[in-house]
């Protein structure tokens, strides 16, 4: 018998599925450096109940309509952002600012553009929650998945660093989705096509510099080099994450492991990886105590 492949809407809750998964286990890690680091090197899986933060919180708005839409529909996603935002979850002053003016009737396309001195947040907001908006279209030409994850992302991040973090991770989910069922990490030629698809500038030149990392490197070198996303920007996070996934991207629980072991933005960065990862490996690779753990998500 043979299994007919995921639909595109199957595509993308699995892809949330992961990376609301890696969200909520990056966040349990947050703490003292000489507390968290022997949990990681133990491998100690929370036992706690796993809340996951604004980082799942908007790509279940981006899920929502693409379920309903079929595409980014700009003003949509900018309604359900602001009356999703809980800010109990984590939100960044910038994305709070901006979805708590559009809730007030504000005009995105002018909030988005306006702050950070006029130069638009070109933080990792809007890398974070896009991996299943790739998985989505992963079966479309590579410049339609480039011009959804414009558009998803300039509601928040209208600076071109900001909007580059957004396209890199689509394009890996997509990439990711493509290889499906694969036993084998995404290597070399994936972080090459993610760099041909992002446009120039910082998060493009980090992607290049994965390709420079030798394949003895663990995640913190690779994180010297890379970053963590430490400084919460696009180009200091995405490319840590594609390195993690062109080693890793076959084996859900060791890319999980592999991202937090490096700390930094451990929530974002394991979302973006768990977003990426489970489009190849599918739910399956996903332990059903992590599922348990996890907050239940709803699009
Ligand atoms: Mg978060």
Redesign the pocket.
Known sequence: MTTAPPTAAARALESLDGLSIG?AFG?RFFGRVEAVLPRIARREVPQTEWPY????EMALSIVRVLLDHQCIEQDTLARLFAERMDSS???GPGAFGILSAIARGGDWRMLSHSCFGGNGSFGNGAA?RVAPLGAYFADRPLEDIVRQARQSAEITHAHPEGIAGAVAVAVAAALASQARGSSAPLGRAFVEAVRDATPPGDTRDGISECLALGPDATPVQAARILGNGAGVTAPDTVPFCLWVCSRFSHDFVESMWNTVTALG?R??TC?IVGGIVACQTGRAAIPEEWFELREAVDP
């Open positions: 969200d966040e933060t604004d980082d799942t979850r984590g939100y974070m933005d929530d974002t979302a």
